[in-house]
């Protein structure tokens, strides 16, 4: 037996935002002059109750007659419509988008990999996330996901032209957030296996200075306006170090009498500070000349080195312009990455044939495959190494069959 009710519209006074259930909350409310809102019950022939309560879709002023005819239709139409149909439609409206699972999928990621992970990881996965995944499909709600998206994505990193790496980071934050949103019920398959990480070449040499170039953007460094262009620049070319390193480093951590840089902490994001990629500090003898520029850099106030003309610390976007400016000034490409100086570091180390894991040690590096990226620089090192082998062999005998040919050699 369905029951439906008109009754005078209503609206909350001083709603507060504590409340809810606003139907059943204690906050005051008054008459809706001419308006009304309806409340239809009924059970399914299953046996599940079914209750909706609504203000009337009509015009004020409409006498109840009227506003309760349309209800009574209403209710005609929800039961033709039958169960399974607003079920379903229950289910599309609480369907969440990639979007609205953003935060969600954030949480349920750092939660899942707490034991022993960085917050820069959690930094790195939030920006991929919203400049690529959330730009692309934030609309897209999960359960419509198809390989057609994962398709576009890939065609997208193609078009942007992406390094290996980052194009694996990309497709990696779109496969662990379906999986994340099937972990989480959201959705009740994946809608594809694998999404084809490409496999990284690690022997393709990374980019870096020559000697001219690096001399000529040190000039340029040494001519800009920045106090700390100079200091900040030379600290890459001659200790290696990371973005978030550089920016990280501290007064307290140059030992002066011993010619060192302790590296114990970078900064990642804008000021949340954790340590190195690595996981663990390292110790970096450094040339006269860096300290030398150092010490008349001078011991600022507070716990960084290197800040602004304005006494801000520096930023992932100030650095980038910085290095775009030295980079026009000195006739480079403008590209604006500071991580060339690293490259650059690691480059003169080689090419000077320093043992591959004395430049692990320095660089901070967790695995040698990536120090031996750049062991491209020593020229003639297997022609050096063959020449090792070439000691005289023993005296053959005159009775020995491979005496003639010996003796020729």
Not at 114 to 132: L, P, V
Not at 191 to 201: L, N, R, T, Y
Not at 317 to 325: Q, S
Request: glycine share 6%; aromatic share 8%; hydrophobic share 35%.
């Amino acid at each position: 037996m369905a029951t439906v009710t008109i009754r005078p519209a209503v609206k909350l006074v001083n709603h507060t935002s504590t409340c809810t259930t606003p139907r059943k909350c204690e906050c005051p409310r008054e008459f809706i002059d001419g308006k009304w809102e309806y409340d239809i019950f009924f059970e399914w022939p299953s046996g599940n109750p079914f209750r909706k309560q609504r203000r009337v879709p009509l015009p004020a002023g409409v006498p109840k007659s009227r506003a309760e005819k349309w209800a009574w239709a209403h209710y005609e139409d929800i039961v033709k419509k039958g169960e399974e149909s607003l079920l379903r439609k229950k289910e599309e409206d609480r369907a969440l988008t990639v979007a609205q699972f953003k935060d969600e999928y954030l949480r349920f990621q750092s939660r899942r990999k707490s034991t022993g992970q960085k917050g820069s990881t959690d930094y790195a996965r939030e920006g991929i996330f919203r400049n690529h995944i959330e730009e692309l499909f934030g609309e897209v709600k999960l359960k419509d996901i198809t390989v057609r998206h994962l398709i576009e994505l890939k065609e997208y990193l193609a078009e942007e032209e992406y390094a290996d790496k980052t194009r694996n980071n990309i497709l990696s934050v779109f496969s662990t957030m379906l999986k994340a949103a099937k972990a989480l019920q959201h959705i009740s398959d994946l809608p594809f296996d694998e999404v084809g990480i490409a496999k990284v070449d690690f022997t393709k040499p990374p980019p870096f200075y020559d000697e001219d170039e690096m001399n000529r953007l040190i000039t340029a460094a040494m001519k800009d306006a920045e106090r700390s262009a100079l200091p900040l620049i030379l600290t890459g070319f001659d200790a290696g170090l990371r973005d978030g390193e550089l920016r990280g480093l501290a007064p307290y951590d140059i030992k002066w009498g011993q010619k060192q840089i302790r590296v114990e902490r970078q900064v990642w994001g804008i000021d949340k500070v954790g340590t190195p990629k690595s996981g663990y500090g390292r110790t970096i003898d450094v040339p006269d000349r860096l300290l030398a520029v150092l010490k008349e850099h001078g011991k600022l106030k507070g716990d960084r080195i290197f800040v602004r003309n304005d006494g801000k610390p520096w930023t992932p976007k100030t650095i980038r312009r910085l290095m775009k400016r030295l980079q026009r000034a000195a006739g480079l490409e403008p590209k604006g990455g500071i991580h060339i100086l690293r490259h650059t570091f690691c480059t003169r180390l080689a090419s000077n044939r320093v043992d591959i894991r004395v430049i692990k040690e320095m660089a901070g590096h967790s695995d040698v495959k990536t120090t031996m990226r750049y062991l491209h620089v020593v020229k003639g090192a297997t022609a050096a190494a063959a020449a090792t082998l070439n000691t005289p062999l023993p005296k053959p005998e005159s009775g020995d069959s491979w005496a003639p040919t010996l003796q020729a050699v």
